[in-house]
């Protein structure tokens, strides 16, 4: 059953949604040359994006400055009342300024741009006309087109100011990719959400030094267990490795209580570990990223993985509980 004919404001919601992507549709058709040289503009810049407007126009200045410092370019907003009164100095020759208005004739910002362009900076509009006073004073214009607002009075910023957004989010994004910015960098930006996490390298949790339990080819298997016992938060693993550091073998609890229930270990003592361990154990590099390292360990069901680097060398040991502590996964 369709609600919207119990209930008009169902309706009413539906309809507002359309009218709002409609314009963003005759939005994106407007996008042209202005944009690529802003992007241009962006990519060559020495100092940040400065990003400013007033009122709800301002609010998407601030997530655009937010979108922008969050995909590798430097920015900050600028409030344009607080500018004129001593904010100004916030902002120096190298930055750009990127001027949000759907009139283009809000009076708080067309104080910035005179002193702004007065020490050097360029200015990039978003703005309903290339008539408007900010677009005949900014060096480039991101033209949005007439926009009507939604609701009955289309008073209220709505569709303008999403339209902002999207113009803003696309330009953020086209700057990332031509920054070449990737999964490394973002996490970098992020490290402490989820995401961030997630982007972590295997390097960065790996169990090193003394906490990466170790012992030589032909040792007993009794100084394994030792080995195994005395590490420091008892990952309950050994590696095994040769004269140059290579790792030749691998050995857990769980083999060990595999070998004790088939009754293949007499004494303890007079066992070597080659004869027990795993040979050419499955490892894992320290570049890994944390998710694709936690997919491996379900995937091979295993609660630990030597971590060596290209010419086999043991540099770690990656154990789930690091990564579950991290709650990655």
Not at 204 to 220: I, Y
Not at 251 to 258: A, E, S
């Amino acid at each position: 059953m369709d609600d919207s004919r119990t209930d008009p404001r169902i309706a009413r919601a539906r309809a507002i949604i359309e009218t709002e992507a409609d314009a963003m549709r005759q939005v994106a058709g407007r996008v042209g040359p202005d944009f690529g040289m802003a992007v241009d503009a962006i990519l060559a810049l020495r100092g940040r994006v400065v990003t400013a407007g007033m009122g709800k126009a301002g609010i998407i200045a601030q997530k655009i400055s937010a979108t922008l410092a969050s995909t590798g370019t430097p920015s900050i907003w600028l409030h344009p009342a607080e500018a004129i009164h001593g904010d100004l100095g916030r902002v120096v020759k190298d930055d750009l300024l990127l001027a949000l208005s759907k009139s283009g004739e809000t009076e708080e910002v067309l104080r910035l741009l005179g002193p702004v362009k007065a020490v050097g900076c360029r200015v990039v509009a978003i703005t309903q006309s290339r008539e408007s006073t900010l677009a005949r004073h900014s060096d480039l214009v991101l033209e949005l087109g007439a926009i009507e607002e939604a609701g009955t009075l289309r008073l209220a910023p709505t569709v303008s100011t999403t339209a902002m957004l999207c113009l803003g989010d696309a330009l953020a994004v086209v700057v990332q990719e031509g920054r070449r910015f990737g999964p490394e960098d973002f996490a970098r930006y992020h490290p402490g959400g989820d995401l961030g996490r997630r982007l972590m390298k295997v390097e960065e949790l790996m169990r090193r030094d003394e906490r990466n339990p170790r012992v030589a080819s032909g040792a007993s298997l009794l100084e394994a267990i030792g080995v195994m016992t005395r590490t420091p938060g008892r990952p309950g693993a050994t590696s095994v490795v040769d004269d140059q550091g290579r790792l030749v073998g691998f050995l857990t609890d769980g083999d060990l209580r595999r070998l004790l229930e088939q009754d293949r270990v007499r004494d303890v003592r007079a066992v070597k570990i080659d004869d027990v361990m795993t040979r050419s154990p499955r490892t894992i590099a320290p570049d890994t990223f944390a998710m694709e390292a936690m997919a491996s360990l379900r995937h091979h069901r295993v609660d630990q993985l030597p971590v060596v680097d290209g010419a086999m060398r043991l540099v770690g040991l990656l154990d789930v509980q690091d990564l579950l502590d991290l709650r990655i996964g």
